[in-house]
């Protein structure tokens, strides 16, 4: 049950992926090409946004509904993230999708995305198998 | 009122809600925002192979299955009942390039000269489902993390890994869009 929450939270951002088109590949191309503000607005905004959120709530030392001190752990440098970086980057032109936008796609009615959904868990799964031997 | 929300949003509007993302999971539960992971979580729950980094407690993560199944359905609740009649605005430079290459639909959200059933077994159909959802899964898990964990997420949080990141997710799309992508839709 305390899940369902998140689930409604999930429900709005699919709603708003699929209504300010973010979903949509040719959006993606479009901001690749540098040939409209749309996405960069999209990121940009959400950026400012959270920045803002995270530091009144930093600041005000705010707690979870459920009591839980809010911690967010440092993300730590890695050639990983630029290895891996460059990867996503790549998919992403491709698919014209993150991970995200892949769920909306589906529930939009994209049904062959599922084909990318499952290639994407498929390069998860690959991606553990071979961890150890990877740069990181 | 729902004429309105049927137009295209605003990317403003989009921005401040997916922005709002953010504290709403920090304040449900402590919970960060990033969707990828979700892949590992369903490797983990489905073909963990005894792969030691699918060797964890899933269901302590079960929140982020549940985030990624409200997304589906936001997808399907929009396209259902908020559809935009008219088709997608983009820009003409775009439309211009991606004529030259061979693009036919401009009509829907994703061009169905590629992503349709039909394509699924071509080689173009390799390219842009097998392969392009292969570098996003493995990708985003070896950068630890997508768009929502590095570069709403961790920006968000001053984080410079997250910076790094972003910059190389950018690169290695714009690198992809001018010099790999045509070869596979013309």
Known sequence: MSSLKYLLVGMLLGVVFVKTEII??????????FHSFHMYGVIGTAVLVGLLSVQIIKRLKAKSIEGEEIVIEDKLYSPSLILGGLMFGMGWAITGACPGPLFAQIGA??????????SAVAGTWTYGLLRSRLPH | MLELLKQPWHWAVGGLLIGLIVPA?????NKKFGISSSLRHVCAMCVPANIPFFQYDWKKE?????????????GWLASQFLSNPTPIQISDKTVAVLQTQGIKDFAHLLP???FSWENVLTLRGFFFFVLGGFLVGFGTRYAGGCTSGHAIMGLSNLQVPSLVATIS??????LSTHFILPLFLS
């Open chain 2, 62 to 74: 079960r929140w982020n299955l549940f985030f990624v199944a409200g997304v589906f359905l936001g």
């Open chain 2, 169 to 174: 997710f950018m690169v290695g799309g714009i």
């Open chain 1, 109 to 118: 009615g994209f049904g062959a995305i599922s084909i990318t959904l499952l």
């Open chain 2, 25 to 29: 999971l920090l304040l449900l539960g």
């Open chain 1, 24 to 33: 949509s590949w040719f959006r993606i191309q479009e901001m690749f090409r």
């Open chain 2, 112 to 114: 169905q000269d590629i």
